[in-house]
């Protein structure tokens, strides 16, 4: 299973990746929210994909799930949440502005290609 969700993880982050280097404002956000999910698996497969356990700490039971990265993954997606809410106000202020969401001229340079 680790094996798959790392694939799965590489897929997201090579999408992410893709998306963040092109110029539409738009497709940067979305890049940004595919890397960040990239970010959630990534953790809860490096605290270990256990089935069946619930996550007890301080009893005695056989088999448990370690909480803590869930946890982190729980703060991580929160914060994502604000980021990208953020970044979509922005982008939305940015059009409403200057009428367009290439990054080329929001920069100023005027390259007509």
């Known amino acids: 299973m680790e094996i798959l969700m790392s694939i799965l993880i590489g897929i997201l982050f090579t999408a992410a990746t893709y998306l963040m280097l092109s110029k539409s404002l ?22 270990g994909l256990k089935t069946g356990a619930a996550p007890l700490l301080g009893e005695n039971a056989e088999f448990y799930t370690d909480p803590l990265p ?29 009428g367009t969401d290439n990054m080329d001229n929001l920069r100023g340079t005027d390259r007509h290609e």
Do not use: D, N, P, W
Not at 81 to 87: D, K
């Open 26 to 47: 738009l497709r940067i956000i979305v890049g940004t929210g595919l890397l960040s999910h990239g970010a959630h698996l990534l953790l809860l497969t490096m605290g």
């Open 70 to 98: 869930q946890a982190l993954i729980l703060t991580a997606i929160v914060i994502s949440f604000g980021v990208t809410s953020f970044f979509l106000v922005l982008a939305y202020r940015s059009y409403k502005e200057l």
